[in-house]
């Protein structure tokens, strides 16, 4: 059965903290791999990952694809209260009937304490 | 330019009782999607349309109806709503269908309640 898993499911650092964030993967027809920010609302786009071992930044969010071990990281460094969010790991995977679909992970939840 | 938006934003309803979650997106795209999000369980594909015309059922479609009104809605139909679809719905769009290098655009949730 396909799943993707990501842990820890929450946490709680103090600013200024370097977070790691895991996404571990088993899916069939594997295409990319895609992390979003949630924040009480509508889940935003971080980053979208194809190939094993760039890794993306985007200001102090970077994150890294290991398509071997079948997982990727996002890492959160000097960790501001604005980043206090559910972190979702979602992989895109082909289907049989040529449909690709998004199999999303549970989240991760991270607050950041002043 | 908006993005995605849905209707409403809180809705709490009786078991059996019908409603439409209402969804646009100004963006222009192909495709459009409902999801749902439930606790420790991510989010669930209900349905989707690749494009203005077809739809197509996702992961958990039962108890569900959708109609792609144009290119810019996509509607959710619950017929008779039961306690199990509590939830948090999400619309999304994107460009293209069934492409792994295109991002979904998520509209901000309905909260439904079904007592």
């Known amino acids: 059965e396909d799943k993707v898993v990501q842990s820890p499911l929450s946490l709680v650092v103090h600013e200024g903290d370097t977070v790691t964030l895991n996404c571990s993967y088993e899916v069939t027809n594997f295409r990319s791999l895609l992390w979003y920010k949630q924040e009480k609302k509508a889940p935003t786009f971080l980053f979208m990952l194809?190939?094993?071992?760039i890794e993306k930044k985007s200001g102090r969010l970077s994150s890294i694809l290991d398509k071997k071990e079948l997982f990727s990281i996002l890492n959160i460094t000097a960790t501001q209260t604005g980043d206090s969010a559910v972190y979702l790991c979602?992989?895109?995977?082909?289907?049989?009937?040529?449909?690709?679909?998004?199999?999303f992970g549970a989240g991760t939840q991270v607050v950041v304490t002043p | 330019n908006a993005g995605v938006t849905q209707t409403p934003k809180f809705q709490v309803l009786k078991t059996g009782q019908s409603m439409t979650l209402q969804c646009a997106q100004d963006?222009?795209?192909?495709?459009m999607y409902w999801y749902r999000q439930d606790p420790g369980m991510g989010l669930r594909l209900i349905y989707y349309?690749?494009?203005?015309?077809?739809?197509d059922k996702g992961e958990v479609p039962n108890g569900y109806n959708v109609s792609r009104l144009n290119k810019r809605e996509f509607s959710l139909r619950l017929e008779s709503a039961a306690p199990s679809q509590t939830s948090v719905y999400f619309c999304?769009?994107?460009?293209?269908?069934?492409?792994?290098?295109?991002?979904?655009?998520f509209g901000p949730g309905t909260r439904l309640t079904v007592l």
């Open positions: 963006m222009n795209h192909n495709s």
């Open positions: 999304a769009s994107s460009q293209r269908p069934h492409s792994s290098t295109d991002t979904q655009y």
């Open positions: 194809t190939s094993s071992g």
């Open positions: 349309s690749a494009s203005e015309g077809t739809t």
């Open positions: 979602a992989v895109f995977r082909a289907t049989t009937d040529s449909w690709g679909k998004l199999q």
